[in-house]
């Protein structure tokens, strides 16, 4: 998390700095990195490059059906895009938003900030060696926008009204509308191949039907071996262009990554204890806490460690609001107040989490206290469709912490659900017409049933018929992908700097399509506001100001059950892997030890 930005007003930022084409951009202030940079200060640039890495359930995923990231349909092979697809530009990760030149080698904003001219470098090529072109670019573009793609895209890159090849090398992008943040948006995008699917006859099936071909690569890896909807075998390309680039020195360091998928948790971790996966990110506090022992920690060759991490994660919840049920913020609350998280911090957490009580946790730009006088005027012309706890204090979770109670917090729940309609009768709760409530919540992971089936036991101490139901992970996304489901625990991965992401995850128009990250159904005339004002935000204040006002608007809509996040990134690591001394401000655990990790050369004395 950074703090201290020296700021600029828009107009005057791009008349300063921005009038000429410049090798790396900041959304606020200036790049941290000089032009002369040689590699990011979290990076190792002297780490040894040799090595293979064997690796498990990427994000979770239990199996894999695609090996295009784009699309709706289907799930990606694991890490799929972060390996062979580059963009634009790279992102630091220890500054709030700057990019550096990967694909292109410089940029330059236009004095109204309607448009970025964008050059690539001459040396980009494709694994197959064709050189990247602008109407490579181009064609990345209007692919990602067109409807063939996930919404998610199209939403990502919803700003941008038009891609443009100048020349060869050189690529314009048209913003609809003069943000800061658009330029970086534009950096983002990732490159491939218009030949990627093509036929042996020159045709080329829609993109959307390009699931089981292996991409023409823009990035560091390519696929070298698939044995089944469970493993697969990336192989660094030996002529990727881009890996003396300060953006990349330091960087995927292992000659091949192996993903092996399992389909439940134990497996998993004994797979890890045997000394068969390299590294591992553990989620549950008491598999960390209890279950990494053994011979192999004993002996030396595993290992475990904590490394710091913020901001931190949303995870909860999610109340599909589109549901008639949930359709009652009252009805949203009551079910909140049955989540007894202090019990499972202490009984089954080994106190090692902390609760959740912001969309923006742990990071400047999350709401707290009273709404001050800028917050109050943003707020303001929605007051009469927001609830007055918008307009008060921030929310504080409920807890059961001495003097409060999960009793209490039950008869609070009771009175809410009964003002909202539901009365418990006959067994059961019910409403006017006696239909019983009823709610599946779904998971497509085995260890939270420690979490979800407390949670379940309390809501029906209310009358609330619930009930788990677990999914493999392709089924699992499925259904989120069509919003087919009641309740579903969901993380919303952190952000440095709040941006796109708040469209494609709460803005109204998101709600109706599938696929978008608008899982809770959040349709809010005062978010959308709030959203817009986020995204043309002149000053990291206005920033803050837009952000904090939309977290408890967000809050007092009761959308997630929030539950807990680690302080920390827990991991468990063969002795035989290296790390960078100096980790990175803000990451997803996975993405840093895929993408910054390598194997150690063993001293000299043990060689045999």
């Known amino acids: 998390m950074n703090r201290g930005f020296i700021t600029l007003g828009f107009a005057a930022l791009l008349v300063a700095s921005q009038t000429f084409a410049r090798p790396s951009i900041a959304q606020y202030g200036e790049p941290k990195y000089p032009a002369d940079f040689m590699h990011f200060d979290y990076a190792d640039p002297d780490a040894p490059a040799n090595g293979d890495m064997n690796f498990q359930n990427y994000d979770e995923q239990q199996s894999y059906d695609s090996m295009n990231p784009f699309l709706v349909r289907g799930a990606p092979a694991p890490d799929l895009k972060n390996l062979m697809f580059d963009t634009l530009m790279q992102r630091s990760w220890d500054e709030l938003a700057s990019e550096y030149p990967l694909i292109t080698d410089d940029v330059e904003v236009a004095p109204d900030g309607k448009s970025a001219t964008f050059h690539i470098n001459p040396n980009a090529c494709f694994s197959n060696g064709d050189p990247i072109t602008a109407a490579d670019v181009k064609y990345s573009y209007d692919t990602l926008a067109s409807h063939q793609a996930s919404p998610i895209y199209n939403s990502e890159f919803a700003g941008i009204s038009r891609a443009t090849a100048v020349d060869r090398l050189t690529v314009r992008f048209d913003f609809r509308e003069a943000?800061?943040?658009?330029?970086?948006?534009?950096?983002?995008?990732?490159?491939f191949s218009p030949k990627w699917g093509m036929r042996a006859d020159g045709t080329r099936p829609p993109f959307d039907q390009i699931s089981d071909v292996p991409p023409v690569a823009s990035g560091p890896y390519l696929i070298e071996q698939r044995k089944n909807d469970k493993q697969i075998t990336y192989r660094r390309n030996p002529d990727y262009w881009a890996a003396g680039l300060p953006s990349r020195r330091g960087m995927y360091r292992f000659q091949r990554i192996t993903f092996r998928l399992f389909t439940d948790h134990y497996t998993s971790l004994e797979d890890f204890k045997a000394g068969h996966t390299d590294m591992r990110t553990e989620y549950s506090s008491s598999t960390w806490a209890r279950k990494y022992v053994g011979k192999n920690f004993s002996n030396g060759s595993l290992r475990k460690g904590a490394f710091p991490d913020s901001p931190a994660q949303m995870q909860g919840i999610?109340?599909?609001?589109?549901k008639l049920v949930f359709a009652d913020v009252r009805v949203r609350r009551a079910l909140t107040l049955a989540f007894d998280y202090d019990w499972l911090n202490r009984l089954y957490f080994y106190g090692l989490y902390r609760r959740t009580g912001s969309y923006f946790q742990d990071s400047p730009f999350g709401a707290r206290g009273e709404p001050d006088a800028q917050e109050l005027k943003l707020l303001e012309p929605y007051r009469s469709t927001l609830p007055a706890a918008v307009f008060g204090p921030m929310i504080k979770q409920p807890d059961t912490v001495p003097p409060h109670s999960l009793r209490a917090n039950l008869r609070e729940a009771q009175a809410l659900l009964n003002e909202a309609g539901w009365q418990y009768r006959d067994g059961a709760l019910r409403n006017a017409s006696g239909t019983p409530m009823t709610i599946?919540?779904?998971?497509?992971q085995p260890g939270m049933g420690g979490v979800i089936l407390p949670y379940i036991q309390q809501l029906q101490t209310l009358g609330v018929q619930a009930h788990l139901r677990e999914l493999d992970s392709a089924l699992y996304e499925k259904r989120m992908d069509a919003f087919?489901?009641?309740?579903?625990?969901?993380i919303y991965p952190p952000v440095t700097i709040p941006g796109g992401e708040l469209t494609r995850r709460f803005g109204s128009t998101a709600a109706s399509q599938p696929g978008s990250e608008n899982y809770a159904g959040v349709r809010s005339k005062a978010a959308d506001a709030m959203i817009d004002a986020a995204l043309n935000a002149q000053t990291l204040n206005d920033l803050e100001t837009a952000t904090r006002a939309l977290d408890r608007i967000l809050i007092s809509g009761y959308y997630i059950v929030p539950e807990y996040y680690a302080p920390d990134t827990r991991v468990g690591y063969r002795a035989r892997m290296g790390f960078p001394a100096v980790p990175p401000l803000s990451y997803l655990a996975e993405d840093w030890l895929i993408d910054y990790w390598f194997v150690k050369v063993a001293p000299a004395a043990s060689t045999q």
């Open 484 to 490: 087919d489901f009641d309740m579903t625990t969901y």
């Open 318 to 322: 999610i109340f599909n609001t589109r």
């Open 440 to 444: 599946e919540i779904m998971d497509d």
């Open 179 to 191: 943000r800061r943040d658009a330029p970086l948006i534009a950096g983002d995008l990732p490159v």
